[in-house]
Nanobody
């Protein structure tokens, strides 16, 4: 069981930036792909970004490409989501998760461990 804890969310105005962090409790974190998802009230949880186990490949959803960047630091058992030029439609609870394997995936069912989420609210 991998325990994940997100942090870095908050209330900001449109155009601002936030950096989300995800801390993992297990050493095996570094051998698995990592992903970020988000969920707004009344909506399905949707894929935001993922990164392979070595940090050499990344994949981001079309609606955040050019604004969000995913990264990881395996030495610290941590992953990050840098969010720039935030928009009101980015408002959601953001979750980090670890995948079953080391390769990039965007399928929610491939992620087996989830954090508690951190709230991001963007005002216009």
């Amino acid at each position: 069981q991998v325990l994940l804890v997100e942090s870095g969310g908050g209330l900001v105005q449109a155009g601002a930036s936030l950096r989300l962090s995800c801390a993992a409790s297990e050493r095996t974190f570094s051998s698995n792909a990592m992903g970020w998802f988000r969920q707004a009230p009344g909506k399905e949880r949707e894929f935001v970004a993922s990164i392979n186990w070595t940090g050499t490949r990344t994949y981001v959803a079309d609606f955040v490409e050019g604004r969000f960047t995913i990264s990881r630091d395996n030495a610290k058992n941590a992953a990050y989501l840098q969010m720039n030029n935030l928009k009101p439609e980015d408002t959601a609870v953001y979750f980090c998760a670890t995948a079953r394997w080391s390769l990039i995936t965007s399928n929610r069912e491939d992620f087996t461990s989830w954090g508690q989420g951190t709230q991001v609210t963007v005002s216009s």
